[in-house]
């Protein structure tokens, strides 16, 4: 198949699971990808398991490291016509066990890290692109130990709302 021939994506935390699986699933549509992950013993196995694929190690809750990586792209590709956000920390705990680090360290990565990487790479996305926010069903029912989590999920959806309205007709966005 070649649904994506020609295009350039980029899936963060794409090491492992949602992450990896779609980044096979696009290069086997003819898609030229770039993965993210925070280890590079995580990205030499998943660059093993799937080839032809640019490897960038970044801290997805890292503000300047996602700006780093926008212009790591902007080297190496023309262009991005996909952007897949699937970074995620997916961390559920009883909320007395919550502290203010932990807590922020969640919400950067699950939604400060995502605004700012698609502010980075507004110059860099292509003339229409489309966004991919990998959302959760936590973002629409309250499920126990997911108070912080839930809350970054919701967050970003209304992110998602929110830019597919600001940047129609240049970006297309969805929530996965």
Not at 5 to 12: D, M, V
Not at 36 to 47: E, F, H, I, K, N
Not at 85 to 90: E, F, K, L, S
Not at 144 to 152: C, E, G, K
Request: hydrophobic content about 45%; some cysteine.
């Amino acid at each position: 198949m070649s649904r994506l021939k020609g295009k350039y994506a980029l899936i963060t935390g794409g090491t492992s699971g949602i992450g990896l699986e779609t980044a096979r699933q696009f290069i086997a549509e003819g898609a030229t990808v770039a993965i993210t992950g925070r280890s590079q013993s995580g990205l030499d196995a998943a660059g093993k398991a799937l080839g032809d694929v640019l490897l960038l190690r970044s801290d997805a809750g890292d503000i300047r490291q996602q700006q780093a990586l926008a212009q790591q792209l902007t080297s190496h590709w023309p262009r991005l016509d996909v952007l897949y956000i699937n970074a995620g920390d997916v961390t559920h705990l009883p909320l007395q066990q919550w502290d203010e680090l932990s807590y922020q360290r969640l919400m950067d990565i699950n939604l400060k890290g995502p605004f700012f990487l698609i502010q980075a790479l507004l110059p860099l996305l292509a003339n229409p692109a489309s966004i991919i926010l990998c959302g959760s069903v936590s973002a629409h029912i309250g499920l126990p130990l997911s108070s912080v989590y839930a809350a970054s999920k919701a967050g970003l959806l209304s992110l998602a709302r929110t830019l597919s309205g600001e940047l129609h007709p240049r970006v297309f966005g969805s929530m996965a």
